[in-house]
């Protein structure tokens, strides 16, 4: 593996026999920490979106997991 600094980024050359997946799921993660980074979201806001969205998909998928709904 080889980093180089240029002037327009940072270049990483990896071999041709490296898991592609695993790669790809590294750029999703420095993805998300780059995105995240200018959030100015608070837990108790991430919390709160993920409490409504969570009750959204059960009010849609409950039919589907309880008999007789």
């Avoid at 592609?20 to 108790?44: C, D, G, H, M, P």
């Avoid at 959204?56 to 589907?64: G, L, P, T």
């Amino acid at each position: 593996m080889t980093i180089e600094r240029t002037a327009d980024g940072i270049i990483v050359k990896l071999p041709t026999n490296t898991n592609i997946e695993e790669i790809q799921r590294f750029l999703n993660y420095l993805r998300y920490k780059e995105i995240v980074a200018k959030s100015k979201a608070t837990q108790e806001d991430v919390d709160e979106m993920a409490r409504a969205v969570n009750k959204s998909w059960w009010e849609k998928n409950k039919h589907r997991l309880l008999p007789g709904e």
